[in-house]
């Protein structure tokens, strides 16, 4: 399977390019060989922010080198089941895949710090510890156990809460509700009572309609409009505590990766910083006027109850240390992200919060 | 000038390897010429974030075209009188500056927006707003005619507010009192009763100390720590509201930009989103244990008291207008900015603001 991975990044036409150049210039031929990749993208095709952001990715790496690395972007349905992108990469089914990390937490928990944790790291603190704490550098050693490499290529930013059918203004409205989450949010609700639910981003809608789920957490207000939730639940809640600042990974084959020249691997380093400030910026421009319109539609928004918050936050700590003891890996990398955590919100309550606060004064005031 | 930057941004050997190479392979010929840019950076070598900014952008640049476009990056004093960058690059006598955009405000206010306006947008807002706004398409026709094209590479997130010699609990505190600032926050100050000063970043410290200055505002406990100004103030206050999300840019002469291969623009541009998150992210890594170390020895935080907030913030509204009023271009991107801050103050107060006051409270209870 890697042997064939090997060739197949090479590609027949690219590699007899590459030996005719060979003759003339080698310094340059070595260097530019035609490379064709394939990319999963873990999304659906009308998500124009997080599936998009796989396009702002490729599109630059196909600049930055002439279009001799080429990357094909796929929805998920047009080579892979549902959710299988992580063994297609570390198969060499395909070369990579632009996705959430923690779809994979059920393989191994450890998966969920590629995207965040819940009560974790909001958007900026996660590109810190990533590029700049020991995030990647831990990271890398635990992916390449699934024969993968990984760089950050996308954040949503803090997620919702969720849509809820009916208003929840307690910890004791929350059980027994059954809640379509992923990842290790869906533990901690199951810990304080609610009944979490997988289904398919493309299946919220229908269950929801029905009434066989009673709330369902997805992105924001931008995607969740596109899937059209607002029509079949009312209340909005917020924040989404257990995706407080969403990274989406670039995960690639490693035998695909060792195949590179440099100057391909830094173009991928470039073009997923490129994706990561851009998916960004979308979603932070195209989340606003959403919102308003949902409101303008009817849509009520509710902050989740202080007891509600704390509970969740009481269960993540122990799911956490349940975890902890149990996988040494998990642990090791909690402790430096949660070491970060705790200085970032020393630091963030300065000058971010305090500016922040005093214009959000002002916005309410009708002074913006 | 221009004639002469033009080929010299393609280089004698470069351009003879050009026209050798195309007799053999001319589509690898044409678009991988040898290039050799100046870059100067804006700020001292000695701060490795912002100074260090400019050093991620070239190697990204250089290693994803194999070391063909290689651009060499200057301290301000290598090359140039201080603070000349602007007209160095308008007239092709370098080819790129890395640096913040709103130094050059005296000659036209409508600087002051690549970098970011008091009471303005935070770090993501001015990211979202650059590259998904309209930020980056108007401010490109506005640097056109300083024969500039730009692009965000770097940002240092809200800033602090100044080292003050005494402590300061009211607007009337700030009268007569004289502090190192750059940029329309000096304007405001004035506007307030303070007297503004401007010194280079090399002299504040000398200043401070002999009290020929009362504050000083710089960048943040990092770079701040580095220029040693803890040792000559005691009082260190936040919020920096005139600096809630400085952008740096990459300025870069029409005429060199012209002349690239398309691969070299689009390398120019992930290189620089790649600086632009690196350069955060890595004051976000270093801010917080330096503020720990900084209270440690003796430095005392304080917010700016409410009043000199709301005094600044009416002085910067009233500000804008009579700049407004004379400026069009000025006051076309105002519009767009502060429709921007709008809404974004409205969507961040949702998730974004709720998560992390929660996060902050258990950071204040000592539960993280």
Redesign the interface.
């Known amino acids: 399977m890697q042997r064939r991975s090997f060739i197949r990044t090479l590609g027949v036409a690219g590699a007899g390019a590459t030996a005719s ?1 060979a003759l ?2 080698p ?2 031929a070595q ?2 060989p035609k490379v064709n990749w394939r990319l999963v993208s873990g999304f659906p095709k009308q998500l124009d922010t997080i599936f998009g952001a796989a396009h702002v990715f490729a599109d ?1 790496v196909r ?4 279009g001799q690395f080429d990357i094909k972007v796929h929805a998920p349905g047009e080579i892979l089941e549902s959710l299988g992108e992580l063994d297609a990469v570390q198969n060499g089914l395909i070369d990579m895949a632009h996705t959430a990390s923690y779809y994979f937490v059920d393989k191994d928990p450890t998966f969920a710090f590629g995207t965040g944790l819940p ?1 974790g790291l ?4 996660t ?7 020991d995030g990647m550098r831990l990271l890398e050693a635990f992916y390449s156990d699934y024969n993968i490499i990984s760089f950050p290529a996308g954040n949503t ?5 969720g849509w809820f059918r009916k208003e929840i203004n307690s910890l004791e409205d929350m059980q027994g509700l059954k809640i379509r989450i992923s990842g290790l949010g869906a533990q901690i609700l199951k810990k304080i009572g609610a009944v979490p639910q997988f289904l398919a981003g493309g299946d919220i809608y229908e269950a929801l309609k029905e009434g066989t789920i009673d709330a369902a957490e997805f992105v ?2 931008y995607d969740d409009a596109r899937l059209g939730f607002n029509k079949v639940a009312n209340y909005y809640y ?4 257990w995706e ?1 600042g969403v990274a989406l990974m670039n995960m690639i084959n490693l035998q695909s990766w060792d195949a590179l ?3 391909y691997k ?2 991928i ?3 997923s ?2 994706a ?3 998916m ?3 979603y ?6 959403t ?2 319109k949902l409101v303008a539609e009817g849509t009520i ?1 509710r ?1 989740y109850t202080h007891d509600i ?1 704390e509970a969740c ?1 009481v269960a993540s700590e122990a799911i956490y240390e349940e975890i902890s003891a149990k996988n040494a890996r998990f642990k090791l990398i909690l402790d430096s992200y ?1 070491e970060y ?16 606060t ?3 004064m ?2 309410r005031g009708g ?2």
């Open positions: 150049l003339q210039s310094a340059i260097t530019r630059s600049e930055v080198t002439d009560f909001n958007q900026r603190m590109n810190a510890w990533l590029y700049e704490g930013g803090a997620q919702m809460g924001g207000p917020y924040p989404g505590w407080g020249p440099n100057a830094a173009a380093r470039s073009a910083a490129l990561n400030v851009t960004m910026a979308r932070d421009t195209l989340n606003p006027p919102l308003r928004l902050p918050l936050f949660m955590r705790r200085e970032a919100y020393m630091w963030f309550q300065r000058s971010e919060y305090s500016q922040d005093f214009l959000m002002q916005r002074r913006l």
